[in-house]
């Protein structure tokens, strides 16, 4: 097997071997740090309005959601390789029916103080919670769409603050 040529600026997630590692944080101070990401699933008019109305067939979608998103920033280092386990001290999903758009709006926030970011499991919170209204709501609408999956914003650690650039809603 042939390794790719060594590159001018190394990854930091490959060793000088081109092997897969995970990044050694132990010399990070460890910082408060907290991560918002946001998506959308576009559904039809009558899906919005089962979930706005509690009339979703397989039940109360949106609090399941949310708690699948939850369960899912605390499970992100076992379903993305090289991810680090993580303390988290705080999960929060958002769920908001846009009837106008038609959507469902989904926002995650979590935190922890830590020598790492919370990056991805704010990623995976909203991604799953996606998921999760896909898979309660398909008898109403088999063509929903899991969209605009994106970091909000990020704080905390060297680089401290960050705010991603505002998305078209």
């Known amino acids: 097997m042939t390794r790719p040529a060594p590159r001018a600026t190394p990854l930091t997630h490959l060793d000088a071997a081109g092997q897969a590692r995970m990044v050694d ?3 990070k101070d460890v910082t408060a740090r907290s991560a918002t990401a946001s998506g959308r699933v576009l559904l039809s008019p009558a899906a919005v309005a089962a979930l706005r109305d509690g009339a ?3 039940g109360d979608a949106l609090a399941v ?3 699948a998103g939850i369960m899912a920033a605390k499970r992100t280092s076992d379903l993305i390789p090289l991810c680090h386990p993580l303390l988290l001290t705080h999960v929060a999903v958002e769920l908001t029916p ?3 758009m038609p959507a469902l709006r989904i926002e995650a926030t979590v935190r922890t103080t830590g020598k790492t970011g919370v990056e991805m499991e704010a990623l995976t919170a909203v991604t799953v919670a996606g998921l999760t209204i896909y898979d309660m709501c398909k008898a109403v609408d088999r063509g929903m769409q899991l969209e605009g ?3 909000v914003t990020k704080s905390g650690g060297k680089s401290g603050e960050w705010q991603g650039p ?3 809603t």
Do not use: Y
């Open 25 to 27: 944080v132990s010399g």
């Open 56 to 58: 979703v067939p397989k």
């Open 65 to 67: 959601a949310r708690i």
């Open 98 to 100: 846009d009837p106008a």
């Open 149 to 151: 999956v994106r970091l």
């Open 166 to 168: 505002q998305a078209a």
